[in-house]
């Protein structure tokens, strides 16, 4: 058995949020929890920032560089008509 220790936001639905990204080894699906709530309902846990691990920034990295090889914008020779088409610009009375 594994343990996480993470804080969670309680909202008003009932519906409970994790702070922190959860671990690799948490696999997507149904798992029992344990919840332990302070006595003091004014304490409010700290919010911990996550940092990026050297896996998940080499991972970053390597999606980058698929991303990259695929050069998804390859076709565009005129990237500002690109936009207007992309976009559906609407033309503004006297900005023509």
């Known amino acids: ?14 519906s409970l949020k994790l702070l922190s990204p959860l671990p690799e080894w948490l696999k997507p699906g149904r798992a029992h929890v344990l919840l332990s709530v302070p006595n003091e309902a004014s304490t409010k846990p700290k919010r911990v920032i996550p940092t990026a691990t ?3 920034l080499a991972k970053r990295a390597a999606a980058f560089e698929a991303v990259r090889k695929l ?6 020779t005129g990237p500002v008509a690109w936009q207007r088409e ?7 009375p006297g900005r023509e």
Do not use: C, F, Q
């Open 1 to 14: 058995m594994n343990t996480l220790e993470t804080d969670v936001e309680v909202s008003a639905d009932g």
């Open 71 to 76: 050069n998804p914008y390859r076709d565009i």
């Open 86 to 92: 992309i976009r559906d610009d609407v033309v503004l």
């Open 54 to 56: 050297p896996e998940m």
